[in-house]
């Protein structure tokens, strides 16, 4: 079955930095654009940043531009997502996300990153 695993949260300083990584299995990766989503309790989820399924176009929520970055490696079937110069507001679950038309969409399990002195 489709399995994505998330990984690389934890609790950081503001300013910090953390790399989250997702890791598929059960699907043809290659062909699946990649997406991470936040979600804070009593908040809707939130896109933050989707990629292409050949990694060549990549979008961002604009409360993160340049500060995160999403890059994928489709022999390692992983996606990363980059978080740079982080800030109490981006404490959430993180949760990556693989879609592609006429297909169902799967979702990982999540995991929190925390921003705090």
């Known amino acids: 079955q489709v399995q994505l695993v998330e990984s690389g949260g934890g609790l950081v300083q503001p300013g910090g930095s953390l790399r989250l990584s997702c890791v598929a299995s059960g699907l043809t990766f290659s062909r699946y654009g990649m997406r991470w989503y936040r979600q804070v309790p009593g908040k809707e989820r939130e896109l933050v940043a989707a990629?292409?399924?050949?990694?060549?176009?990549?979008n961002y929520a604009d409360s993160v531009k340049g500060r995160f970055t999403i890059s994928r490696d489709n022999v390692k079937n992983t996606v990363y997502l980059q978080m740079n110069s982080l800030k109490p507001e981006d404490t959430a679950v993180y949760y990556c996300?693989?879609?592609?038309?006429?297909?169902?969409?799967?979702w990982g399990q999540g995991t929190q990153v925390t921003v705090s002195s």
């Open positions: 990629i292409t399924s050949g990694g060549g176009s990549t």
């Open positions: 996300n693989a879609a592609r038309p006429n297909y169902s969409d799967y």
